[in-house]
């Protein structure tokens, strides 16, 4: 069973940038899409940010756009998240998951994913 690893989280002030990685233990082939979701207390994980292997083809949810950037490192089995402009809205703990088999677009939806980390705190000060 594939594991993964996310690190980069801290504490950072409004404005500030924080760097997130997410290490698989290895490439599941069968798994066409590597997501990033959110848990604020009290909230449900959504969506962030999702990236296909193969192309690099990339979303993100609306509130995040242009300040958020994933990408992937093939060889190294990690994907990246790059937050700058960060805000209090963005506090959560930070999951990284990949796409169930014969998922072949960037879902948005928790059930579309497997095998999720044990995530990453955020905290943004105002």
């Known amino acids: 069973q594939v594991q993964f690893v996310e690190s980069g989280g801290g504490l950072v002030q409004t404005g500030g940038s924080l760097r997130l990685s997410c290490a698989a233990s290895e490439r599941t082939f069968s798994s066409y899409t590597m997501g990033w979701f959110r848990q604020a207390p009290g909230k449900e994980r959504e969506f962030v940010a999702g990236?296909?292997?193969?192309?690099?083809?990339?979303s993100y949810r609306d509130s995040v756009k242009g300040r958020f950037t994933i990408s992937r490192d093939n060889a190294k089995n990690t994907v990246y998240l790059q937050m700058n402009s960060l805000k209090p809205e963005d506090t959560a703990v930070y999951y990284c998951s990949q796409s169930k088999p014969g998922i072949f677009y960037i879902a948005t939806v928790t059930s579309a994913y497997e095998y999720w980390g044990q995530g990453t705190q955020v905290t943004v000060s105002s």
């Open positions: 990236i296909l292997w193969n192309s690099g083809a990339t």
